[in-house]
């Protein structure tokens, strides 16, 4: 099962980004991974959580605009090469990555990528991706909590 990245609509203005964040740390939501990217007037944060239930419910009463999305989250080892490995069994099945970040985890010799794919080829790369040795990160679905 994909984990669920929840992208933020922000304005691209000082203090919008800390706001959100913010919000984040007074109902205690932790941030696993996160992303920003910006056009002219906005921005798009895009993070993944412990909790996006609860992240969404504070997001909502905050007046936020925001987006859930599926993505394939892929363990890799901690070292020189291994997302190259990945790209390459991807590629190799014709599998398009629309975008992907890495983020941290708790394991100090793991690194930790998210990949955002068609949703038609979401299990199919994650079937693949784990037959060739890198295993997937998921969640528990209702409240998309990550299963480490």
Do not use: C
Not at 17 to 34: C, G, P, T, W, Y
Not at 39 to 47: E, M
Not at 89 to 103: K, M, W
Request: charged share 25%; glycine share 6%.
């Amino acid at each position: 099962m994909p984990i669920k990245q929840i992208s933020v609509f922000i304005e691209n203005r000082p203090g919008s980004l800390s706001a959100v964040a913010n919000v984040l740390r007074e109902h205690k939501i932790d941030l696993r991974a996160l992303s920003l990217a910006d056009v002219q007037d906005y921005g798009i944060l895009r993070i993944i959580v412990d909790d996006v239930y609860a992240a969404t419910t504070v997001l909502r009463d905050a007046g936020y605009v925001f987006k859930i999305t599926p993505m394939l989250a892929v363990v890799l080892k901690d070292q020189a090469g291994s997302l190259a490995d990945a790209l390459e069994v991807l590629g190799n099945h014709n599998i398009n990555i629309e975008y992907l970040y890495a983020f941290a985890g708790r394991q100090h010799d793991r690194a930790y990528v998210a990949f955002r794919l068609d949703d038609g080829e979401m299990d199919k790369a994650a079937a693949i991706l784990q037959e060739a040795g890198f295993p997937t990160i998921s969640s528990d679905g209702e409240n998309g909590k990550i299963l480490w």
